[in-house]
């Protein structure tokens, strides 16, 4: 065979050994991109996931609070009536008491449904989660850090505090 032929032909050989490299280095581009998106897709499927667990969970929190700062800006009138009903005279203002006491039943049964309750502080330890002390004084009756008075009720919406309880705390007996 000829010099030129056998060039012609090694050319052909290494045209096509290098055209065969370049498509196999197509191929594993190709391969690895492919790779690279199923992988992009894997992460952007779990975000999504994560983002609508997250907007449940706040709309059901929403949901669950949504007449928070209503509720609260009724409790300075729950309060008036308290007082009224504490230390109204009954002989005076008989019927006055009973329409006010009406009235109060009526709230706390709305409260209720809505799951508001107040909680009860007197003769219970002292909570700073629950309570907010205004005075501490001396006792001889209650021990130190319980609650002897209370001056504004505490209340719950669902599990949370709408307002703490205003009371007075104990200092237990006076030491001399």
Do not use: C, W
């Not at 409790?75 to 008036?80: E, H």
Request: aromatic share 8%; proline share 2%; net charge neutral.
């Amino acid at each position: 065979m000829p010099k030129a032929t056998k060039k012609k032909i090694n050319k052909k050989k290494n045209d096509t050994n290098q055209k065969n490299q370049s498509d196999k280095d197509v191929i594993k581009e190709l391969q690895e991109e492919l790779s690279s998106l199923k992988e992009k897709n894997i992460k952007l499927l779990a975000e999504f996931d994560n983002f609508q667990k997250r907007t449940i969970r706040e709309k059901d929190r929403m949901n669950k609070y949504q007449g928070f700062n209503l509720i609260k800006d009724f409790l300075p009138i729950f309060d008036d009536l308290d007082r009224t009903l504490n230390h109204g005279s009954k002989e005076e203002t008989d019927s006055i008491f009973e329409v006010v006491s009406m009235i109060d039943s009526k709230m706390k049964t709305v409260l209720s449904k809505y799951s508001i309750k107040a909680f009860e502080s007197l003769n219970k330890d002292f909570d700073p989660n629950f309570h907010e002390a205004l005075l501490e004084i001396e006792s001889e009756e209650i021990e130190k850090g319980k609650v002897l008075e209370e001056y504004e009720k505490g209340y719950l919406y669902n599990d949370k505090i709408i307002r703490h309880a205003k009371v007075v705390v104990s200092k237990g007996k006076e030491e001399k």
